[in-house]
């Protein structure tokens, strides 16, 4: 295997990546041999049910295998796009918003969910500073927007396509 | 042929056809909404369709939003779907030097031209291929699955195929989750009975096309659209570029069809390829990135013809030449027609209709580009910020309309954080969602394979189609299998 020249955190990220495709192969491999047969009720054996999950499974740690051994092989090279800062808390902020809206549903009026999350994720992703004239453009556009998510959507799913909400 | 066209020639029709092309430019012109998670989200509002229109419906949001991505590559330089990523190169050095309409006109004769020529070359080969699909068994079928995940492995990513193949693998096992068809065991359910059922195609789609690009798009700047002053172009003078480069409209059209049918590549790929064929076959290839009409026109004609080519493989063998093609499939399925090579004797007139369906949604598609795009730099206006809140919602909602599992609801979360981790380390989605969509096909051909191998060994050996697909599936591994990660392989660059 030839050396590689990419970033370092991809290296780290790749050697990461397949470790954990390592131990889902490993996992999935075991629970597959551990299938039933159904034998004893007189099917045939090679229509057991973990046949194709113990060759995928296999596939993937070999796969996960060869990531590994390539990420320990490789050599970094440090270049401004590869290693430039990851813009990382709007997404941790997003994914929060979106797991505790997605939490809510079904414990929450949905309506009442997706206002929730409309007024949160405004809070944190919109600009309030600026102009009067921009800060009250914005102000309903937000309004608009969540009138749209936590209305509308949710009404035109209940009565044009008969969808009981959650 | 005529059958299909008369039973489509109602008002209904023309009423789908205007809206959801009009529907698919805006999805596709968005930044952040791709042609897939489009599909995806649009399905849930067809459930309540006569299934013909259900469809037309589907395919004329496809055919928008492929073509709506070329107006934001050229005008903000984001491309609105993977497909325009090459139309951006050539489309914006255009616009910046005021050729915004040239550029615009020239990608909307483009994209009408492949999406024509793709539309008749799915009425010559559909039929012909699943005549030839009839043939097929077990060892065929399975074959063809795993040949479609490896080719699409190696094919959507070309730096490191091993990435495209653990997407592959990795979608694989998640559709051996839950209930199997032979004796009905619950395979990796750990007793838990919303895994026993199975994790559903379309959130796992949403999650992994939708959530995902949401999250990506909250760690991108904004964008900015062109200003500079626009010299008009008149129809005529852009028909004049496009029969000057006849050449490449034939070439890009040739290889928009071949890498549209392969299984699960689709038209983003279709359109580099074309695009690299241009550059590298032009007298002008200086002119390449600077705004070459040649190089948009490479790009757009392939990416449209692509898209009814990639419908030929879901209408005949029930396995998807794209992502967004995949959910079409699923669509079909939930309308009731059963793609696979019985299509032709369960439901003669299917492929006609798909055919004109095809020609009304690029005409319209056209139409509308040509007339809308004062309009369309409004929508381009909208921020993002205000976008993700509309698009969240219809995230959660379109998959849980369609079984009311709030399970569902957490199958597309939890396939948006799988789909974003995956995509900022350069994994390819298609790959993952072709094996979700053909696990399950997979598996029963191969146990249903295995008998018949325990039986007669020697039997594969008289099955030509089986030993091809065997042997593609060799090439593609051994050719994977020396490619090396180079530089384009940018750290965690985001969209794939």
Redesign the interface.
């Known amino acids: 295997m030839?050396e590689?020249?990419?970033?370092r955190?991809?290296i780290a990220?790749?050697l990461l990546?397949g470790l954990a495709?390592l131990v889902?192969g490993i996992g999935?491999l075991v629970?597959?041999l551990s299938?039933?047969t159904?034998v004893d009720r007189g099917?045939?054996p090679?229509?057991?049910?973990?046949?194709?999950?113990a060759?995928?499974?296999a596939?993937?740690m070999l796969?996960?295998a060869?990531?590994v051994l390539?990420s320990l092989r490789s050599r970094a090279t440090s270049s401004e796009?590869?290693?430039?800062p990851?813009?990382?808390r709007?997404?941790a902020?997003?994914?929060v918003l979106?797991?505790v809206?997605?939490l809510g549903?079904?414990k929450l009026p949905f309506g009442v969910v997706?206002a929730g999350?409309?007024i949160a994720?405004?809070a944190a992703?919109?600009t309030w500073r600026g102009s009067r004239v921009e800060i009250i453009r914005r102000l309903t556009?937000?309004l608009v927007?969540?009138l749209?998510?936590?209305t509308l959507?949710?009404l035109a799913?209940e009565h044009?396509?008969?969808?009981?909400?959650? | 042929m005529i059958d299909a066209l008369i039973g489509l020639l109602t008002f209904d029709t023309l009423f789908n056809v205007l809206w959801a092309t009009l529907a698919g430019i805006v999805i596709g012109a968005l930044p952040g909404l791709t042609a897939t998670m489009g599909l995806a989200l649009m399905t849930?509002?067809t459930?309540?369709m006569e299934g013909n229109q259900a469809i037309l419906v589907l395919i004329c949001i496809y055919i928008g939003s492929i073509y709506g991505g070329s107006r934001s590559a050229i005008l903000l330089n984001i491309p609105g779907t993977p497909a325009n990523a090459a139309t951006g190169l050539e489309g914006h050095p255009m616009a910046l030097r005021g050729e915004a309409a040239r550029a615009l006109g020239l990608a909307t004769v483009a994209s009408l031209t492949g999406g024509l020529i793709g539309g008749i070359s799915l009425s010559l080969i559909s039929p012909a291929l699943a005549d030839l699909a009839l043939g097929f068994g077990s060892f065929e079928y399975f074959f063809l699955g795993i040949m479609g995940v490896i080719v699409a492995g190696r094919m959507t990513s070309a730096d490191d195929p091993?990435?495209g193949?653990?997407a592959g693998?990795?979608g694989?096992?998640v559709a051996?989750i839950g209930q199997?068809t032979?004796?009905a065991?619950p395979?990796?359910a750990f007793g838990n009975l919303n895994l026993s059922g199975g994790i559903g195609l379309i959130p796992a789609m949403v999650g992994a096309f939708g959530?995902s690009e949401?999250?990506?798009s909250?760690?991108?700047g904004e964008a900015k659209l062109v200003k500079a002053k626009v010299k008009s172009a008149s129809l005529l003078s852009i028909l004049g570029d496009m029969i000057r480069n006849w050449v490449t409209v034939v070439r890009s059209s040739v290889i928009g069809i071949v890498v549209g049918v392969i299984p699960g590549v689709g038209e983003d790929i279709a359109s580099w390829i074309s695009y690299g064929a241009a550059r590298r076959l032009s007298k002008h290839p200086e002119e390449f990135t600077k705004g070459s009409r040649d190089g948009l026109i490479a790009a757009e004609t392939a990416n449209s013809a692509a898209l009814p080519a990639a419908i030929i493989p879901a209408l005949t063998l029930a396995v998807p030449g794209s992502a967004p093609a995949a959910v079409l499939l699923a669509a079909m399925f939930i309308h009731n027609v059963r793609p696979g090579p019985m299509i032709l004797i369960e439901n003669p007139v299917f492929i006609s209709t798909v055919f004109w369906i095809i020609i009304f949604g690029s005409i319209a598609m056209a139409v509308m580009g040509l007339m809308l795009t004062r309009p369309l730099l409004y929508v381009l206006k909208i921020?993002r910020?205000?976008?993700?809140?509309?698009v969240?919602?219809?995230c959660?909602?379109g998959p849980?309309?369609l079984t009311?599992r709030?399970f569902d609801?957490?199958v597309?979360?939890a396939f948006?954080?799988l789909g974003?981790a995956l995509r900022?380390?350069?994994y390819p989605m298609a790959p993952l969602i072709l094996g979700i969509i053909l696990g399950g096909m997979?598996?029963q051909n191969?146990?249903r394979g295995?008998?018949l191998f325990?039986r007669d060994p020697m039997d594969i050996l008289t099955r030509p189609i089986a030993l091809l697909l065997i042997m593609i599936c060799i090439a593609a591994i051994v050719i994977g299998g020396k490619a090396?990660?180079?530089?384009r392989?940018?750290?965690?660059?985001g969209r794939v």
């Open positions: 030839n590689l020249n990419y970033g955190r991809l990220a790749d990546a495709f889902i999935a629970a597959a299938m039933p159904f099917a045939d090679l229509t057991a049910p973990g046949i194709f999950p060759f995928v499974s596939v993937i796969l996960g060869v990531l390539r796009e590869q290693d430039a990851l813009n990382l709007p997404v902020i997003g994914l979106m797991t809206a997605i549903i079904g997706m999350f409309c994720y405004f992703f919109v556009a937000a927007t969540t749209i998510a936590a959507i949710p799913f044009i396509f008969l969808v009981r909400l959650p | 849930s509002l459930y309540s091993l990435k193949w653990l693998f990795l694989l096992a051996m199997e032979m004796h065991y395979r990796y959530v949401l999250l990506l909250l760690g991108t921020p910020e205000f976008l993700t809140p509309v969240f919602t219809l959660v909602l849980y309309a009311q709030i609801i957490y597309v979360l948006g954080l974003y900022m380390m350069r997979i598996d191969l146990r295995l008998m325990a090396r990660p180079g530089k392989l940018g750290l965690f660059s």
